[in-house]
């Protein structure tokens, strides 16, 4: 998944980048939505596959029976959802880099990453020991996300 999103971030970065110096704001907004698109894509694509597949895929690795098998195959399709939100999190990071917004894109790397990760590491659990470190990253993808969107749309 991060290979993914890193390539489609890293795809329209320079396109992003070359246009917003251009003052082609139509082809920035143009780059910026398909990435977004593409990104949103990908991120399905992979939170339906683990949801579905979480069986499949842990049983690649340990037997599905096991104890561990057993934690990660019911573990697994709430990690999931931390797809979607983390592509679009790149896409977004990837965006306001190109457009030289280097401090917000640090912000929100270290928002989905470390600020928001490590209290919900420690909080989730606690409020449920059966799926709460499993929630945790996507809570924090899901919690970046809603800040993303929060201060583009407040700062129009």
């Known amino acids: 998944m991060f290979m993914m999103s890193n390539a489609v971030a890293q795809s329209a970065q320079p396109i992003i980048s070359y246009n917003f110096g251009n003052h082609a704001a139509e082809r920035v907004t143009t780059a910026f939505r398909l990435s977004l698109r593409v990104a949103l894509l990908c991120g399905t694509i992979v939170t339906v596959s683990i949801f579905f597949l979480s069986g499949g895929i842990v049983g690649l690795f340990i037997p599905v ?4 098998g057993l934690l990660a195959v019911h573990g697994l399709p709430i ?9 679009l999190n790149i896409a977004y990071i990837g965006y306001y880099q190109s457009m030289g ?5 640090m912000t929100y790397t ?3 990453g470390v600020i ?4 919900l ?3 989730l659990p606690s409020l ?3 799926w709460g470190m499993w929630a945790a990253i996507p809570a924090s993808e899901l919690g970046t ?3 993303i969107l929060t201060c583009k749309f407040m700062t129009r």
């Open 79 to 87: 990690f999931s959802f931390c797809a979607i939100f983390f592509a």
């Open 65 to 68: 029976d096991s104890e561990a």
């Open 128 to 130: 449920s020991p059966e």
């Open 145 to 147: 996300f809603l800040i």
């Open 121 to 123: 590491f420690f909080l």
């Open 110 to 112: 270290l928002l989905r």
């Open 101 to 105: 917004k280097a401090a917000r894109a």
């Open 116 to 119: 928001l990760l490590i209290p």
